[in-house]
């Protein structure tokens, strides 16, 4: 399945795990949440799929454990994930955060600002939405209004630094 | 008024150039219609039942004269000659084609206007009273948070793809005039008991299929704290609001399920969590927007005009026009004048190319250049000389604008209906103007004195029957249309919803029953008393039955 990281296609270093597919230590290897808390320490992956309806405070004490957090969008106006993107981050996840399923390029950029690193879709979605798709999404809005979501120059901070020129 | 910076305009510019990009997009197939529909809503294009249709933000409800030409000019040049004043304080153009709409919004992002966010499951375009700035019972000019809201809620990351729309109010007085009570989040500007200025904030109001007052989620949020305020009620929306069913997927449904002391719980929770370390003071930012909202230099006039005195009495029919279509101005001298957009006949909100024009020129000429829009579908001319009122009517005689019939019987408000409408049911400018048409006198019109009658033609009430003293909602039962009338709704601060009277009337009889309980109502009346007030004192059932009595 295709992943789209930095604008661009790439490989993807990570791997999901079967059902009774053994989990080793530090291994990169993803798991439903589910398999995840019924294992405890034993289970080894460092990924984890999580539902977008998630508490995301209920994932914090996970977070040493974990190099990878992904967040499915079951349809791309389904938009929970970005909020829990964005609560995993303000609850101090540092590791990967992927967006998966039905992503379409016009959410790139959000999906980015929301604290996703990486997209993974479908074989059939990447043929009809390509790479330059991608690329031209992301770099379509170079402003933003939002303070504290990272992508395109923040026009409230310009502003205010613009002021503090002035002072 | 607000004036863009280069980064505003910037934004626009990017926007409509990243529209193009889309509909381009969509014409390959690289994006599916289900992809495209929510982009293009989002640009303010509908797919209605005979064409697309473009709804254009006049954020807050504020325009100034060269912006309301533009408007002509896109009527004239896209249109068939007219628009639409929408009860959201916007304007539709009904028959655009999909290829012009990229140019028309560069020909806004010219006058420093969009249609962003004006449709779409996101944050809607913010709502303000129409008379902010110049309202004698005014605390504070709503339009600087408007505005703040405006900027901090377009092409919001997170908040662009909710699980239903989202509409934001503000007022600024304690008589509210911007419905504040029946929005997604209503705020009300105010000083707390140290003199600080902040928000009193509402949620979960809404119309609809399921009407609902909102609930008062804090007495006061200062406004330096808005934004994260604001940002934790989106939050706790865009994670827990329904994804189920369409119907239930608005704000108010959360709240209302989730019980108010719990969401309130739940926001005040998220609001503690919220980052602000990348946030800029909120104050300058404020006080930047604020010096555009600045009271324009006024002339330091007498309260009373002799001009207007003199002109009152020597022609009763403009002295009426004052009488019902002007407001108090908090300049002496100066007052607030109502165009109506309800002539006898007329679908109400429409204006036409010529009609925007003539509007655009009085306003040049007596009104600083600025006007408003109302929610019930009517223009403003905010600044005008108590002693130029004669000239304004007389321009505005000329021009077919004169209707004095501003917050009376005939001042219909209405949705588009059947007639435009792929969602509707039932037609509802038929009815207007039969209503229009039947209560025509102007004398009798304003011895009824203040009523609202709203209609709707479909549940998603467009034409917010629920807040109507009368409302009708037209309805399809067994292939006929078939009106039903709810009495006692309330926009204001004693927010109602109007109640249903019984069986519905077939679009023949709609305005015989109105006329029942007119009648009724003028009989019963006690000096100086309203409909409203009569209303509350005789009680629901009193007054439906007027509507079904012969006489």
Not at chain 1, 9 to 24: C, H, N, P, V, Y
Request: glycine fraction near 8%.
């Amino acid at each position: 399945m295709p992943l789209i990281r930095d604008g661009g296609f790439t490989a993807d270093d990570w791997r999901w795990l079967g059902e009774g597919e053994a989990s080793a230590p530090g291994q990169n290897a993803v798991i439903p949440l589910k398999r995840l808390l019924d294992e405890g320490e034993a289970a080894g992956a460092r990924g984890v799929e999580v539902p977008n309806n998630t508490q995301p405070e209920s994932l914090a004490p996970l977070f040493g454990r974990l190099d990878l957090i992904v967040i499915p969008f079951p349809a791309f106006n389904d938009g929970r994930g970005f909020s829990l993107g964005k609560r995993l981050r303000r609850l101090g996840f540092q590791g990967e955060l992927r967006a998966k399923g039905h992503i379409i390029p016009d959410q790139y950029a959000y999906a980015r600002a929301c604290g996703f690193d990486t997209i993974e879709i479908s074989d059939a979605l990447a043929a009809r939405q390509p790479e330059a798709h991608w690329r031209e999404a992301a770099a379509s809005m170079s402003l933003g209004y939002q303070p504290g979501y990272p992508g395109p120059q923040n026009i409230l901070i310009a502003r205010y630094r613009a002021r503090d020129a002035d002072r | 008024m607000y004036q863009y910076d280069a980064f505003d305009a910037r934004f626009v510019r990017e926007r409509v150039a990243q529209f193009r990009g889309q509909v381009e997009r969509r014409l390959t197939g690289a994006l599916t219609e289900d992809e495209f529909r929510p982009l293009r809503l989002m640009n303010g294009l509908y797919l209605q039942l005979h064409a697309y249709m473009l709804r254009v933000a006049i954020p807050y409800g504020t325009l100034s004269s060269l912006q309301m030409r533009q408007l002509a000019m896109i009527a004239d040049k896209y249109d068939r000659g007219y628009g639409h004043f929408t009860t959201r304080q916007n304007i539709q153009y009904n028959w655009p084609l999909l290829k012009d709409v990229p140019d028309i919004l560069d020909d806004l992002a010219d006058v420093e206007m969009h249609a962003i966010q004006t449709s779409g499951n996101c944050i809607r375009n913010v709502t303000a009273d129409p008379y902010s700035g110049v309202a004698a019972d005014e605390v504070s000019d709503p339009r600087p948070f408007a505005e703040l809201i405006r900027q901090w809620s377009s092409a919001h990351p997170e908040f662009s793809f909710l699980p239903r729309k989202f509409k934001i109010a503000v007022t600024g007085a304690p008589n509210d005039r911007a419905v504040i009570k029946f929005h997604d989040i209503g705020l009300r500007v105010v000083q707390n008991a140290e003199g600080q200025r902040g928000c009193e904030v509402w949620a979960g109001g809404g119309l609809g299929r399921t009407p609902m007052i909102g609930v008062k989620v804090a007495d006061f949020i200062g406004e330096t704290d808005l934004l994260p305020f604001i940002e934790a009620i989106m939050r706790v929306y865009n994670a827990e609001g329904r994804r189920d069913n369409k119907f239930k997927a608005r704000i108010k449904i959360l709240v209302h399920e989730t019980g108010a002391d719990e969401f309130r719980q739940a926001v005040y929770d998220e609001y503690a969590r919220v980052d602000r370390s990348s946030m800029p003071p909120i104050d300058e930012e404020l006080k930047r927007i604020e010096a555009f909202f600045r009271p324009p230099s006024y002339d330091a006039l007498p309260d009373a005009s002799p001009e207007l005195q003199a002109a009152m009495i020597a022609d009763p029919d403009f002295a009426r026009w004052v009488r019902v279509n002007t407001r108090a101005h908090k300049q002496p001298g100066y007052a607030i004048a109502l165009i109506s957009l309800k002539p006898k006949g007329g679908a109400p909100g429409d204006a036409t190319g010529a009609e925007m024009r003539a509007m655009a020129d009085i306003a040049d000429a007596h009104s600083l250049s600025e006007l408003r829009v109302t929610a019930e579908q009517n223009i403003v001319l905010p600044n005008v000389k108590k002693s130029e009122l004669f000239a304004v009517w007389s321009k505005l005689q000329a021009a077919g604008l004169a209707a004095p019939n501003a917050e009376l019987i005939s001042d219909v408000v209405s949705c588009p209906g059947l007639d435009y409408c792929s969602l509707a049911t039932a037609r509802s400018i038929p009815i207007a103007q039969e209503i229009t048409e039947r209560f025509a006198d102007a004398a009798m019109q304003e011895s009824i004195g203040p009523i609202r009658i709203k209609i709707s033609g479909c549940i998603n009430a467009c034409g917010h029957h629920h807040v109507g003293d009368i409302g009708i909602l037209g309805l399809e039962k067994t292939g006929a249309e078939a009106y039903q009338i709810t009495l006692g709704g309330d926009p204001t601060d004693t927010a109602a919803i109007g109640e249903r009277s019984g069986p519905g009337f077939p679009a023949e009889g709609v305005t015989d029953a109105i006329e029942r309980l007119i009648h009724f109502y003028l009989r019963e009346r006690q000096p100086g008393e309203t409909f409203k007030e009569t209303y509350h004192r005789l009680g629901h059932d009193v007054m439906k039955g007027a509507l079904y009595a012969p006489h």
